[in-house]
């Protein structure tokens, strides 16, 4: 072993390979790659060398070793690197290796005790706090009280339209409107009654444990999979319109009832169902405000109160504009029928983005017709833009290329219609060059040339950059100060951009009505 000369360069030292470490056991086998590691950290610090040093120039001198471990406690139970048969240790190698497996000994006593003591410390109890289904389990007090409902009638049970059983389901947190839903769903014989016992099993093993959302979800759902679809929901609205005192005039026209029911169930689909798969999560019901709404029947006779899924003023606006573009009246739209759509507003690109189906899959079953389900996502998307719903709808429509952003080309793409038809009509056309800066400085998007869903939903002119693509009626609206003053002057209502028009339209058409009478 030759001395390191002072002042020469320190080499960096690295642990043996494993290939060169002796046969042993396991544990052993990693206890010697440990010591190795430890060992190559302490060579490197700079007092170590310094401590090498010394003790190879005692070794010279033929002097004992007067130098100590810079790191004597850090390495205390491990020991010294070993010296080697020149370095006067008094200990043989055999002493020195003894002396390291007392040493790893004490190091694995130690480490032992120590586990042990971690293992014996209670750990505190963590409660559940996570409830996919709902809120915190519901104890057995809950089930007293609603089992109270069934003492007056003692074995007879409860029918559907008794006064207990409506009781019952609100204390379910639920609607009245579910109380003949919840009735069959338990009465699955056909008895016409529920027994006390038999409302407690169906409790405890559907609806115990569960928050309103989840209970309406498991009551009304009748479908495979974990979804509810738009048959799920038929059962509720049939009943709806067959008991609501807002809507017992639509009792002798059975084909508009069906047509409620359909406009109901696609509005219901269009504000709550984000996937665009026409299918409803129950985390997508509980963001809703269905089941708001669904409550509020039970105490509002007016259903045209309820403006977001139940009114029958803006079902009456919808089905009547379908009609007026529906000329053969056979329930389906050709492209030439939505092309007549608000004076024909839209581009010819845009319509057919809408029958290609690219963006959005149709539901009508008609290959290139839109039924009145796939109209009413349309219509309510084209009167108010500003919506989650309506900017996702467009969205889809507009990105071609489907890569989750609308690029410069995507945007020029549309626009060469709508300057083409400012020319045709002698409107003074806006420049592609000078209308993209001005799109891009009202989205501000995140990234620089690409406008994504959430710079759309982010800026608030999602209306304007659309309506720029591809609805030139509204879009040289957009440029009218006036207009603009008047639409901030609106907005201050609270009442959204679709309910304003619906409530205009349905006042005009009952006004023309009354006239031709």
Known sequence: MQALERGAARPRFVAAPPEQIECRIPYQIEIARKLDEHFTVWLNFESSHVFVDAVL???ARGEAASATSPHPKKHEGVGTPPRGPRGGSADSPFQSARSQRRGLSSSLTQSMSVNSMVSSVER??????????????????ILHELSAHFRDVGSRGLKVNDPQWIAVVHDLDLSAQVAPLLFSAIDTAGSGVVSRDEFIAYWRTTLAGRDAAAKFFAVV????????????????LRHIVRTHPGLDFLGSTPEFQARYIESVIARVFYYADRSWARRLSLQHLRSSTFLEELAALDREADTNVLTTFFAYDHFYVLYCKFWELDTDHDLLLSREDLAKHDSYALTPRIIARIFDQSGIKLRSGVKNRLGF???????????????ASAIEYWFRLVDVDGDGAVSIYEIEYFYEEQAARMDTFLIEVIFFDDLLCQLLDVVRPATPARITLADLKRCQHAPFFFDALF???????????????????????????????????????????????
Not at 124 to 141: A, M, N, R, V
Not at 221 to 236: E, I, M, Q, T
Not at 373 to 387: V, Y
């Open 57 to 59: 120039a005692d070794a």
């Open 124 to 141: 505190p109890h963590i409660p559940k706090f996570y409830f996919p289904d709902g809120s915190l389990p519901e104890g057995e007090e």
């Open 221 to 236: 759902k009748r479908s495979p999979g974990p979804h509810l679809v738009a048959d799920d929901l038929v059962p509720l």
């Open 373 to 387: 389900e796939d109209f009413i996502f349309f219509f309510l998307s084209e009167q108010d833009k500003s919506t």
């Open 471 to 517: 609805n030139l009626s509204k879009f040289l609206t957009h440029e009218h100060k006036e207009r603009a003053q008047l639409r901030r002057a609106l907005e201050a209502e609270d009442r959204t951009e679709w309910e304003r028009y619906a409530r205009v339209e349905y006042a005009r058409m009952c006004a023309e009505e009354s006239d031709m009478r």
